[in-house]
């Protein structure tokens, strides 16, 4: 039985999944490092902002923050609450899981690696992905704690699982994007027309996710709204060819997806979208999407 509940990093994502958890729980704790979004949140949810070691008392705490290195860093030296479930929505590394696992044990807590998928809106909506790693009991515990904003939520295996269908996840969104923007500049040096272009194109075999939303809602319009900042792509792009590496195996399509993804990256401000990778085809082609 979950008395209590806690988000910990209240960002892009994470405001708006710890949204849904009072319609569920009648004690949820946030905490965010700058703190007044966390006092926004309260004042908006219904939510307590607490201090860090308070809302780490919760039976189930959630984090979302950029990067593991960000959560091993706000683990370190936290005293943690033994019978609790650390539940991890960053898109983090999955060496990094398996090491939590072994480090919270200590204090009798589950680290379960849960990233999510959905974007914003998805979290908005309470529609996200949820795809978790590590313990199958932990996981049975905290899944209603999940179910306040995933809508489709699997167990994918042993600790790190989850991190690793998410890196691989945003690895073939990456090289859609970038097979998509070489093919819509291809086409309108033939003169297309691309809005008709894609509709025949999502009409049929060649479509994807990318090609269906991403670039009619962000590039076609040059709205490009900051969401789901490129550097964060290229952190995940960078941890599915570790996953690659380390398996020893050859992924030259994916290699090459990354190598633009990290590109784009390095020619864009930090704080662009990631849609905007698109701009350094552009760049070369001097041909606009649109
Ligand atoms: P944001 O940059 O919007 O938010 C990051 C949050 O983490 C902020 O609350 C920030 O606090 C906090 N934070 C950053 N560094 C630290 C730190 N060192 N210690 C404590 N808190 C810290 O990121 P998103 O919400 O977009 O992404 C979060 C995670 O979710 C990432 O791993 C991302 O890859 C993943 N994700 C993002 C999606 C999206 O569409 N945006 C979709 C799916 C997954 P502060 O307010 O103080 O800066």
Redesign the pocket.
């Known amino acids: 039985m979950i008395q209590s509940v806690a988000f910990i990093?209240?960002?892009?994502?994470?405001y708006r999944m710890a949204a849904h958890l009072p319609k569920h729980f009648d004690t949820v704790y946030v905490w965010?490092?700058?703190f007044a979004?966390a006092e926004q949140h309260a004042a908006e949810y219904a939510t307590q902002a607490v201090a860090l070691e308070q809302a780490v008392q919760a039976d189930i705490i959630f984090s979302?923050?950029?990067?593991s290195a960000?959560v091993e860093?706000?683990l370190k030296d936290l005293p943690l609450k033994a019978g609790s479930i650390w539940v991890d929505?960053?898109?983090?590394v999955p060496e990094s899981a398996r090491k939590l696992v072994t480090q919270l044990s200590d204090q009798g807590v589950i680290f379960l690696d849960a990233?999510?998928?959905?974007?914003?809106i998805g979290a908005e909506n309470a529609t996200l992905t949820v795809m978790v790693g590590g313990d199958a009991q932990g996981f049975e515990k905290a899944l209603p704690a999940m179910q306040a904003f995933g809508k489709l939520i699997k167990h994918v295996g042993e600790s790190g699982s989850g991190f690793a269908v998410k890196a691989m996840n945003n690895m073939l969104m990456a090289a859609h994007l970038c097979a998509a923007a070489e093919g819509l500049t291809t086409l309108k040096a033939h003169r297309v027309n691309l809005s008709e272009a894609l509709d025949c194109i999502n009409a049929s075999s060649g479509k994807s996710m990318v090609t269906e939303t991403v670039i009619p809602q962000r590039i076609l319009n040059r709205s490009f709204p900051l969401?789901?900042?490129l550097p964060?792509l290229a952190?995940?792009t960078g941890i599915a060819i570790d996953l690659a590496q380390e398996a020893k195996l050859s992924v030259p399509v994916l290699a090459l997806a990354q190598n633009l993804i990290q590109a784009a990256n390095s020619l864009s401000d930090k704080n662009s979208d990631f849609s905007t990778a698109v701009k350094m085809y552009e760049s070369w082609s001097k041909i606009t999407i649109e």
């Open positions: 990093g209240l960002g892009a994502m994470g965010n490092r700058t979004k979302c923050l950029p990067t960000d860093h706000l929505c960053t898109s983090g990233p999510v998928s959905g974007q914003t969401t789901f900042a964060l952190k995940d």
